[in-house]
């Protein structure tokens, strides 16, 4: 099976006071479905950096799986066996 075709941007990053920053072009923002005042979430996974629209319920949902996760890791693990 092919693998999808991605395209790469060249990005350049500025200084913001003391911070950098980077410029997304419109492109890039209306496949985020992002605009000016939004919030981004930025995740580390094995493929790379991905960058998505934040969602407020999604982020709840993962911090409520996080506590179960930790509260139940014993029977979590005894699951996966």
């Known amino acids: 099976m092919n693998a999808p075709v991605r395209t790469t941007k060249k990005l350049k990053l500025i200084k913001i006071g003391n ?3 980077v ?5 890039v923002l ?9 919030s981004l979430d930025l995740s580390d996974t094995p493929e790379g950096i ?3 629209r934040h969602d407020q319920g999604f982020a709840e949902q993962m911090e409520l ?13 005894e699951l996966a066996k």
């Not at 799986?65 to 979590?76: D, E, S, T, Y």
Request: aromatic fraction near 0%; charged fraction near 35%.
């Open 19 to 21: 911070s950098m920053g």
């Open 23 to 27: 410029i997304l072009p419109k492109e």
């Open 30 to 38: 209306a496949k985020l479905g992002a605009e000016a005042g939004d």
């Open 50 to 52: 991905h960058i998505r």
């Open 65 to 77: 799986a996080r506590m179960v996760m930790k509260r139940r890791r014993n029977a979590l693990r």
